[in-house]
């Protein structure tokens, strides 16, 4: 079946603009989370998402940033009034929980590469 | 902060030898987890291990857990250029009864496979 999905792939977006990135996830994962991932580093968490309520946003490194999945499918990480610090890759992930393992395994999309300039 | 941190930070071998990178991390876990991440992709979920199990294998993979040293590794056997990539070890601390959890990264190892 289909992975996680993101788009856009690529942005780039002047400094002051607001961007909007879309998350895909795999058809019946209940658990969604968003990362960052700067140049060089590993992902860091932002927000997770439990069908649409938002459960944990602790991540989120200012007011500036605002996830939302309104229908506990589709997600959208917003970015208002972008900075140069902004710059990153976002990758979004599905889960769902496995009872017999009593295990989840994420999934990642490829991720959209935010450059602001 | 990041959770993990991957040692080394890279790593070059020739096509047909093992690769072996280690994690360490601070705080008590569920799981750890490793992936991996080809330039310009997503990350790909490579092995799983419990923080009850020491050794887990999978195929040319092999990964060691050891939770009094709070430490991993993960060993790539008969490298092949294909594996060439970064491996990322992450740890999830359990948040109970929704079994999901986030996931804390460490700095990643870049593995360079020379054909």
């Not at chain 1, 710059?87 to 295990?103: E, G, I, M, Q």
Request: net charge neutral; proline share 4%.
């Amino acid at each position: 079946g289909a992975g996680v999905s993101q788009s856009p792939r690529y942005k780039v977006a002047k400094r002051g603009q607001d961007v909007a990135l879309r998350c895909d996830p795999i058809s019946g994962h209940v658990s969604l989370f968003w990362y960052q991932q700067a140049l060089g580093q590993g992902p860091e968490f932002l927000t997770y998402f439990q069908n649409e309520a938002q459960l944990d946003k602790s991540g989120l490194p200012s007011d500036r940033f605002f996830a939302e999945r309104p229908e506990g499918s589709v997600s959208t990480l917003k970015i208002q009034r972008t900075q140069q610090e902004d710059s990153a890759v976002y990758l979004c992930a599905s889960s769902f929980w496995d009872p017999v393992t009593s295990t989840d395994t994420q999934y990642f999309g490829p991720g959209t590469r935010l450059t602001v300039l | 902060s990041q959770q993990g941190e991957e040692d080394p930070q890279a790593l070059s071998i020739q096509e047909g030898e093992n690769a072996t990178m280690n994690c360490s991390y601070k705080t008590s876990i569920n799981n750890l987890q490793w992936y991996r991440q080809n330039s310009g992709r997503g990350l790909v979920h490579l092995i799983l291990i419990r923080s009850n199990e020491r050794e887990k294998h999978s195929g040319r993979l092999r990964v060691t857990l050891d939770t009094s040293k709070k430490s991993s590794s993960l060993l790539i056997t008969a490298s092949r250029a294909a594996d060439t990539a970064s491996y990322f070890c992450a740890t999830d601390a359990g948040f109970g009864q929704t079994g999901a959890n986030n996931l804390f990264f460490g700095t990643g190892t870049r593995l360079t496979v020379i054909p």
